[in-house]
């Protein structure tokens, strides 16, 4: 932990459940960002950092791996099975498939990389990952042909000359072409709320912007949530120390947006908590308590959605033409659209798209081709930002919804957000066009 200060990993460890915070842990990570949003660091710095720790490596995870590889060996035209990490290697062992890291995509050798524990034959990966990997390289090999050359990009991710590709080839007719590449249904790009504006063109809008610029609105949600919260403790005492279990809960229950995320409870007052309330919650963030205790519904839904129309009806007045200016870019990110155009297949290769590179696509999708329209509205998992897109010659062609929601729990820092995608054609094929090299 030697990249942070010692009394910023000491308040990081209190945040975590283990109480030992680890860099790989997407959760750990959260609290992470949570906390340097808190102590008002620079976005910048926080969105550096939070891509320097996630993305140096590449995605380490072995239903990845498996899948990304699987899907380059069958592109290739290697045979399974695959029922262990042994399978696996032979076809790095024999040139099947390389691994390249770096813009030059420079060969690496696996034994040095993170996921090199996922050749091992004690290294199981999973069924229906090995099913869906093999679909997706048959449809790969369907459309495109057998590649030549096949190039795993993993252990650097966008960074290899196949921009967001997860694996690049040579395939005839097409010339050397990454293909990026999704387990199940696959997804969009998920952008971070401060990165989620900067591609809307308002680089200064962050979540610190968010919680200073409608600090009332944050306030009076977080006050209409302990209401809830508290009304959910009084109705699950039970115990013979109510009272004294109600004066610790009064205690903490803070009403105000900042004091309410950093109160903490002691082991002695959460004993006596779980004690009046006949549970065992082993959190002693309050705010982490809460979220264990009440069981929200419908009617924190629509508090919640009320003060959010609050937040975003002032934003979008303030930046609404900002916005429709930005929604041409954003939609750029969406598609991870890079310096070269590349291949996008999911769902066992039944999503198979065309992704130009940003000088075709600016080409085809010319702010003055391009149509979009947007609406926020809430939703049973959050607050919803709907970016409708089409073309002037095509017509509506699908719409992408960015969630803001809570992923560890309401009211647990600042919302983060996730992406999926709602067509209206079969694919973004009529938008987006045709390969062209």
């Not at 252990?155 to 921009?163: I, L, M, V």
Request: net charge positive; glycine share 10%.
């Amino acid at each position: 932990m030697n990249f942070l200060p010692k009394r910023l990993v000491k308040e990081w460890s209190w945040r975590v459940d283990t109480g030992m915070p680890n860099h790989k842990n997407p959760l750990h990570l959260i609290e992470l960002k949570n906390l340097l949003i808190e102590k008002k660091f620079p976005y910048q710095f926080i969105d550096g950092l939070m891509g320097n720790l996630t993305e140096a490596k590449g995605d380490t995870s072995s239903t990845t791996f498996y899948h990304e590889v699987i899907t380059g060996i069958v592109v290739a035209g290697g045979k399974g099975p695959f029922n262990t990490g042994a399978d696996v290697k032979k076809h790095f062992d024999n040139g099947t498939i390389k691994a390249v890291k770096g813009s030059g995509a420079s060969p690496v050798n696996m034994k040095k990389l993170p996921q090199a524990r996922f050749l091992e034959k004690n290294s199981i990966p999973k069924k229906s990952i090995v099913s869906d990997a093999i679909k997706v390289g048959k449809s790969i090999i369907s459309k495109l042909g057998r590649g030549k050359n096949v190039l795993w990009t993993g252990p650097t991710n966008d960074a290899s000359r196949f921009g967001a590709g997860d694996i690049g080839a040579t395939f005839s007719g097409y010339g050397e072409v990454g293909v990026s590449l999704k387990a199940g249904k696959g997804q969009l790009k998920n952008l971070t709320v401060n990165t989620f504006f900067k591609a809307l063109g308002l680089p200064n809008v962050n979540s610190n912007y968010f919680l200073t610029t409608y600090k009332k609105h944050w306030d009076a949600m977080c006050s209409d949530w302990v209401v809830l919260v508290e009304k959910s403790f009084e109705s699950q005492l039970k115990g013979d120390n109510k009272d004294e279990a109600r004066s610790i809960f009064s205690k903490h229950a803070k009403k105000n947006w900042d004091e309410y995320q950093k109160e903490n409870l002691t082991k002695e007052e959460l004993e006596v908590l779980n004690k009046a309330l006949g549970k065992q919650i082993k959190k002693t963030k309050f705010r982490d308590f809460c979220r264990k205790l009440y069981e929200y519904g419908d009617e924190w839904n629509s508090v919640r959605d009320k003060h959010f129309d609050n937040i975003f009806s002032e934003f979008s007045d303030k930046y609404d033409h900002q916005i429709r200016v930005g929604l041409h870019d954003l939609f750029k990110r969406q598609l991870s659209v890079g310096d070269t155009s590349i291949f996008y297949a999911a769902k066992g290769g039944k999503t198979f798209w065309f992704i130009p590179s940003e000088t075709l696509y600016n080409k085809t999708m010319s702010p003055e081709q391009f149509i979009a329209d947007y609406e926020t509205k809430g939703s049973g998992s959050g607050y919803d930002f709907y970016l409708d897109v089409g073309t002037q010659s095509v017509g509506a062609v699908g719409t992408i919804k960015v969630i803001f929601r809570w992923k560890q729990g309401q009211m647990v820092g600042f919302p983060d957000t996730t992406s999926d995608y709602q067509l209206v054609t079969k694919d973004w094929s009529a938008i987006l066009g045709a390969f062209r090299k």
